[in-house]
């Protein structure tokens, strides 16, 4: 099973540097399982409006971008339950120094050990700190 995180679906949902990239390789996996968590949900929120707010996009390409995103769950994302231990898990991956983790990235690890899905994520410091955790990640 593949995690995918917000860098991900963003990059699949509106037109990034790295869109194509992101595309590609969902093509390659429409045939695995394929999963999120209601937290990539909220931080897709987060993003299109930031992106909103900072001219990235326009009111329509933010709806656009809402629609692709809920097609997209709807047609090929199973959404994973997060749990409570999920979360005094992220604490503790946060509390690593070494590993420079923000609590949403701890998070996502989080949920994908627990279910025991491989991250998949265009942010190279989150797929580092997986792989420093010993746990499979896969940097798109």
């Known amino acids: 099973m593949f995690y ?3 860098s991900l679906i963003v990059a699949l949902i509106t037109n990034e540097a790295h869109t194509p990239d992101a595309r590609g390789w969902l093509s390659m996996h429409l045939t ?3 999963a999120i968590s209601l937290w990539v949900t909220t931080e897709v929120s987060s993003a299109l409006s930031m992106k909103l707010r900072t001219g990235q996009i326009d009111a329509a390409e933010r ?6 995103y809920a097609a997209l769950v709807a047609g090929s994302l199973l959404s994973l339950p997060i749990s409570t231990t999920a979360f005094t898990v992220a604490a ?17 690890l989080a949920i994908a050990a627990e279910h025991g899905a491989e991250l998949c994520t265009m942010d190279r410091p989150l797929a580092g700190a ?3 955790l010993g746990l499979p990640a896969h940097l798109v």
């Open 4 to 6: 995918l995180d917000t």
């Open 32 to 34: 695995d399982e394929l």
């Open 63 to 68: 709806g656009q971008a809402a629609s692709a």
């Open 92 to 108: 503790r991956y946060s509390d690593r120094e070494d590993l420079a983790l923000r609590g949403p990235d701890a998070l996502h």
């Open 130 to 132: 997986a792989l420093a």
